[in-house]
């Protein structure tokens, strides 16, 4: 008998200790759990990343988006419509306004089915659960990952209502690859607000929570997600916010998806971005939310791409020049008001199996006005004589004489330059040297009025940023185009002409504001006075004048635009490699070129007014009654 009372009080004690020991571990277990935990109560504090937008000047067009693995727009409550709200609610968590973050029959459920199968592939999340899991915690499919998840999910019930709950879920699951939070579907999916979404589109995107990679309309599951919205519909009639009635119409209305965004006015967007990584740096763009409000006006923008794709594709017959460029810009402002880089960013190199970097005569994404080092032929005629002009020289005196002229030695050779049809002039006056485009007067005006010297610091004075040699690396050639240059830089330097002799940096980004609406930066460009407003109206009077054009290129040139003071030079490299033609006025700053990326020669006597004066006539047209 007292074997057995001892045997019971040893019995006991060990399950006491045994409790004890298990309580204890209890707690460690628990103690490990939550030590880490995220705080709920700063939820409110986290900033869910945002993309940066690119807009054009108005801020109604969006030209591209800038985004790391999350693409971000976030949308208030009150613009969230309610058959999205019906939708999300029916299909993830029927019971989310009654229930306290967690759903107890839904994880008891859970739990049978997770043991029956020996996995971890029933979940029961509520969207509390499914929020902290995608703010705080890891996928992984873990018990501990599970119960902090649950821990966390009934601590953010009891701070935060329902609806601030309902928020922040909608703006932060993912609705596709890259893309979160729905106003960011809407508009990449629909091409409209958030608010403004249909039932049957509400239920679309609704469908894709579940698995949003499976689910992407731009996927090969188009068909499964069909499926899946019809489902998200019988749970909304399920639930009682439609009628089966409803639910069946719906049903059958076609879902059609914009097609897989592309960046509009590729070619700036990228040169925008590259200004913006330098100054905020690629992870700031990606997460703040900023909206960058450009200069570019989409009107412009796009009659610039159709005219461009346009000319290059007769130009590729005709003359087999395979690409232009074209930059607008407000000489007043120096704003980029249209910027195409090449004639298709979003063509295939050619022609076909060409390697980019060597001997292709088309390359979509490399951008000409910008990167572009080409000769300006002609078109660089305008500086020497602005500079002549500039010493005093006076436009309509008889200066120089058109005749064979051998300029002696540079380099190895003799330099005897020719004109472009072979005949002289004698003596002529510097306004019809110039607009006829006559090649030896050029050379005399740059060595004997000008200077070469001079002409360089003149030229980059106004602008021109690539001419880094000596002045004897280039020599009396200089005048015909032999320096390299860029396309804005050159679009930069003539509009000094228009603007009554004023150097305007080319300004790409109007202001930016920060998420909250608060103005980070605001364009502030300061003009400086590179030449005076006599020789700037001297040279708009000469590069205007038609009658002493008329000689050479004929009455009705493509340069002469009938109803308004435009002022114009082209210019063709030896070779016929490039073709320019550069045009102002007050009102807008017209650049194209034309060519071949690989530096290959035009074909069928191809000029610079008869590849890029077609393009520069009918954009600067369209463009002065645009803009007057």
């Given at each position: ?110 739990i049978k089915i997770n043991l029956t199968t020996i996995s971890l592939s029933q979940g029961a999340s509520t ?338 940023t690539t001419l880094n040699q000596t002045p004897s690396y280039y020599g009396p050639a200089l005048v015909l ?78 340069l002469y635009i009938p109803s308004y003071k435009v002022a114009v030079k082209t210019g063709t490299t030896q ?54």
């Open positions: 008998m007292k074997n057995k009372k001892r045997s019971l009080k040893s019995l006991t004690k060990f399950l006491f200790i045994f409790i004890l020991i298990c309580i204890g571990a209890s707690f460690i277990f628990v103690f490990f759990v939550i030590k880490d935990f995220p705080r709920p109560e700063v939820f409110n504090e986290i900033s869910m990343n945002q993309n940066t937008n690119i807009y054009d000047r108005t801020g109604e067009v969006l030209l591209s988006s800038i985004y790391g693995e999350e693409k971000r727009k976030y949308v208030e409550l009150e613009d969230i419509p309610q058959n999205l709200k019906d939708a999300i609610i029916s299909t993830e968590d029927a019971d989310f306004y009654t229930h306290y973050g967690i759903d107890l029959k839904g994880i008891l459920r859970a969207l509390d659960q499914q929020l902290i899991r995608s703010t705080f915690l890891s996928k992984e499919k873990t018990a501990t990952r599970k119960i902090k998840e649950i821990i966390l999910a009934i601590e953010l019930d009891r701070r935060y209502d329902k609806d601030q709950i309902l928020e922040w879920y909608i703006n932060q699951v993912p609705f596709g690859i890259n893309i979160y939070g729905a106003e960011e579907a809407a508009n990449t999916y629909f091409q409209k607000p958030l608010k403004e979404i249909t039932t049957e589109e509400a239920a679309t995107l609704a469908a894709i929570v579940q698995l949003p990679s499976y689910y992407s309309p731009y996927g090969s599951h188009v068909e499964k997600l069909m499926e899946r919205k019809d489902y998200v519909l019988s749970r909304m009639a399920a639930e009682g916010y439609l009628s089966e009635e409803e639910a069946e119409e719906i049903s059958q209305i076609e879902i059609v998806f914009n097609q897989k965004p592309k960046t509009k006015a590729s070619h700036f967007v990228t040169y925008v971005q590259q200004q913006l990584e330098e100054t905020y740096g690629r992870d700031f763009l990606e997460t703040k939310g900023l909206k960058i409000y450009t200069s570019l006006d989409y009107n412009l923008q796009e009659k610039a791409e159709e005219i461009v794709k346009e000319k290059v594709a007769q130009n590729s017959i005709v003359y087999k020049t395979y690409n232009s460029a074209l930059v607008a810009m407000d000489p007043q402002t120096g704003e980029i008001l249209a910027m195409v880089g090449s004639a298709d960013p979003y063509a295939e190199s050619y022609p076909e199996g060409c390697d980019p970097v060597n001997d292709c005569k088309f390359v979509p994404s490399f951008n000409v006005a910008t990167q572009g080092n080409r000769q300006p032929g002609s078109s660089f005629k305008p500086f020497a004589y602005a500079e002549a002009f500039i010493k005093g020289y006076n436009p309509d005196t008889t200066l120089v004489k058109d005749e064979y002229t051998n300029f002696g030695y540079y380099g190895d050779e003799e330099y005897i330059p020719q004109n472009y049809d072979g005949k002289f002039r004698g003596w002529i006056t510097l306004r019809s040297a110039l607009n006829q485009s006559l090649n030896i007067p050029a050379v005399k005006v740059i060595l004997n009025l000008a200077g070469i010297d001079d002409t360089v610091k003149l030229a980059t004075k106004m602008g021109i185009g032999g320096g390299e240059v860029h396309l804005l830089d050159m679009t930069a330097a003539y509009s000094v002409f228009a603007n009554g002799g004023y150097n305007v940096p080319p300004v790409s980004i109007l202001k930016i504001e920060d998420s909250n609406g608060n103005i980070i930066f605001k364009n502030s460009n300061t003009p400086r006075k590179v030449i005076s407003s006599e020789v700037a109206e001297t040279m708009m009077d000469v590069l205007s004048d038609n009658a002493a054009r008329a000689p050479m290129f004929g009455w009705n040139s493509l070779d016929l490699v490039d073709g320019w033609t550069m045009g102002t006025c007050d009102l807008i700053t017209v650049g194209v070129w034309s060519g071949n990326n690989d530096n290959s020669s035009m074909q069928n006597n191809a000029l610079g007014t008869s590849v890029a004066g077609p393009i520069w006539n009918e954009f600067i047209t369209y463009a002065i009654n645009y803009l007057r």
